[in-house]
C-alpha cells in the first residue's frame, strides 16, 4: 500500500520510494560498508603492530626484554582495536546481505542496536588510544621528576612501532566516529519518516 510516494510494510518503518531517497539511501550504504571494511582492516593491523611488537636489549649483561604486555595501556589498545575489527567484519556481512536484497531501510529495533553497538565501540577505541598516547609520551620523553626514564632511547624500534599501530588505531576512532554519525542519521531519520507519514494523514 502506498500514499503521497510512502510505501508501508507491516511491522516496519515506512519506506520511501521516491528515487533521490533511494539513492542517498545507496550512497549512504555504499560509505557505511567502505567504513567499516577500513575499520576492519586497520583494527587488525594495529592489534598485529602492537601485539606482535618486541625487542631485546642487554643492560649490564642482563637481557630485558621490551614487550606490549608490559604497559596496560596497550595491552588495552590490542584489545580494543581486536574488538573493533571483530565487530566490524559481522556488521560488513550485514551490509553486505542488505545491499544484495536490496533492504535500504530497517525496523527501529535493529537500528537501535547499530547505533548502540557504533557508540560502544566509537567510545572503547577512543579510550585506548588516548590513553596508549599518553603512555607513549611518557615513554618517549620521560618524567623527571617522578624519575621515569625515556624508554624509546632503549627501545627505539620497540616504540617507533607501537607508534605505527597507535597511528594505526587513531584511523580506527575517527573511523567509529563518522560511522557513529552515519548510524544515528539511519536511525533518526526513520522517526522523521513517521512524523512525515503522519503530517500527511491529517
Known sequence: MSYLGVGISPGNVPVYRGTNLKVVDRRVKLAELVLRCLICGLG???????????????????????????????????????????YSLVQVVRCVVGLVRGNVLFSRPLAWAIFSGDQAIAYLTVAAVAAAAQSAVFAKEGQPELQWMKICTMYGKFCNQVGEGVASALLVSVGMVFLSCISAFSLFRLYGGNKGKNNATR
Open 44 to 86: 587488525v593491523l594495529a592489534a598485529v603492530l602492537v601485539g606482535t611488537d618486541s625487542q631485546v636489549k642487554e643492560i649490564f649483561l642482563i637481557r630485558k626484554k621490551a614487550r606490549f604486555t608490559e604497559m596496560k595501556a596497550l595491552v588495552f589498545l590490542v584489545l580494543a582495536n581486536g574488538i573493533a575489527a571483530a
